[in-house]
Every structure is written in C-alpha cells, then in structure tokens.
C-alpha cells in the first residue's frame, strides 16, 4: 500500500505536471496537444503541465480528454487537425494499467492513420508498464514513431531527479537528454507513492 493519502497524490501530481510543463518548454514546443483518460489523477497532472506550459512559454496547449475504447480513433483526428509540435499521452493513474495500456495502443495506432504532427511524449508509467511496447507490435506505429522523437520522463528516487529521455524505437532503449532536480518535499511524495518507502538520499 502506497504511504500517500489521495490528496498528496493529487498534489504529487501538480508537482510532477509544473515540472513536466517546465522540460516541455525547454524542448522548444510551443503547441502543445495533452491526451489523458477522464479519471482524477492523470487529468491532475495533464492540467498541472498545461498550466506550466502556458506560464513559461505563452504558447498553445489543449486538454484532449480519452474515453477508453469509447473515442481513441475520434481523439486521433482532432490531434490531426491541432497540428501539435508535440503530443503528451498522460495515461496511468487510478484507472486499471491493462485498461490504459489498451486505450493506449489504440490511440497511437490511430495517430499513426492519421499522421498526427509533432514529437511524441509518454508518461512514465504506460511506458513502465509496457504500453509502448505493445503499440510497437504494430509496424504502422512502428514506422510512425520512427521519424519523430519519442520521450518519456523517468525518476531517479535516489537522487531526488526527474529524467527526460528519448527512447530508441528499435530497442526500447532510454538516452537521458535532461534531468531536473526536485524538491525534498517532491521526492518524499514519489518515494512513498511509487516506492512505499522514505526518501533515502541526501
């Protein structure tokens, strides 16, 4: 059992969302479509970047919200038409993993028919849970991601950092590009959240 109440993962979730809208930011992006599945957490933490996102670049963003395997295919063609620099699939939360990994893979098959512009940027935990590997089964998707840059954030809990990495497609292999440090009181969120443990480091 997670040593979190459901508020403090609501506020771990502002904390991770402002510092995932701030490494957005620093990428360039300036258009900027967040796809998340109508449940608390992960429209918590899509929010809390769009309003990062906005606060450091004065740029575009809007929140695309996913029924599961109610509406992936028409979310794809509205992601077409916004023409994004860069897509963020916030998929995780309370919602169960192998429902998200399904809506998942099937909104990437989808914006790979439709050809949706941009970078592509996965959340940590679909990525975790094997959701990019499931939607690389399909060589459209495949193909897809090939030709764009695919991110994803990860934490180091033992050093207090938040990690972007870009992901090799072929092998699924991470290369760090930037790291953020975070606040004490942001690291004892994700360690008793994600780790059922104190923070460790110094």
Known sequence: ???????????????TGRLVGKAV??????????????????????????AAFLDYTGGITYHFLVEPGKNEEEVAKRLAEFKP????????GESPIEEMKKSFTALLKYIAENNVPGDIIVHVRIFAAGGLSEALKDEKVKEYLSKRNVLVYTVDFDHGRVIVNKINIEDNTLTPLKE???????????????????VTFQ
């Open 180 to 198: 953020y440090h975070v606040t004490l009181e942001h690291a004892d969120l994700l360690n008793r959240s994600l780790k059922d443990r104190r």
């Open 1 to 15: 059992m997670p040593l979190t109440t459901f508020e403090e993962e609501i506020y771990l979730r502002t904390l």
């Open 85 to 92: 620099h860069a897509t963020l699939l916030q998929f995780g």
């Open 25 to 50: 930011s620093d990428f360039g992006v300036n258009k900027l479509a967040v796809v998340a599945p109508r449940n608390i957490i992960c429209t918590a933490i899509a929010t809390a970047t769009e």
